[in-house]
């Protein structure tokens, strides 16, 4: 594990994209810290930085849609993360397979 | 187009996943202002805001490696981005087809 390629921003945050890494549909975006990426490669599980609630989450957590994390890639500059994971349910909280269920044309929800 | 859709954060700027259409492979993160987003928009390719250089950033604008719009998609709280893209060639400024060529267990590049 090579954390030194890792740049964390001035929150102390790298952005995360989860993809499938069955059907390479692209779940989520969330951010991490150090602390919950060290959560998650000990669990080998999505644990990522609630910066609403300001707290580690623990996807899945409440609602067992957790995500078990098949590969973790850094990309060229280290200021994003890319987790190939194999989803136990939908990654939105609204029930959608993924959060990115709606195109940016659309009016209706 | 529904903008109110989109939540710009404290620097104005929007967290946005490139995808390749075809492979589904992830190619870049980056960031849209409101301004880079209407000029995508109204060119058809993508144009991010970089953050270093604090400008505007067509992409491929000097190498060629323009990325044509597809589909803009936007997640569930609307501060992050979707881009499906047609690329003309690597995504990466190292000649990579994906920013994301590196795993995090890799030591070497």
């Known amino acids: 594990m090579n954390w030194d390629l890792i740049r964390w921003d001035r929150d102390g945050l790298v952005a995360t994209v989860v993809q499938d890494s069955q059907t390479l549909q692209v779940l989520t975006v969330a951010y991490m810290t150090r602390t919950s990426l060290e959560r998650s490669l000990e669990i080998g599980e999505t644990v990522f930085w609630s910066r609403s609630r300001q707290e580690l989450w623990h996807?899945?957590?409440?609602?067992?849609?957790?995500?078990?994390?098949?590969?973790?890639?850094?990309?060229?500059?280290?200021?994003?993360?890319?987790?190939?994971?194999?989803?136990?349910?939908?990654?939105?909280?609204t029930g959608a397979v993924t959060c990115f269920y709606r195109t940016l044309e659309e009016t209706h929800e």
Chains 1, 2 share one sequence.
């Open 59 to 93: 996807k899945g957590e409440t609602s067992g849609n957790t995500q078990r994390i098949r590969e973790i890639r850094v990309d060229c500059d280290g200021d994003a993360l890319l987790i190939l994971v194999e989803p136990r349910g939908p990654a939105c909280h």
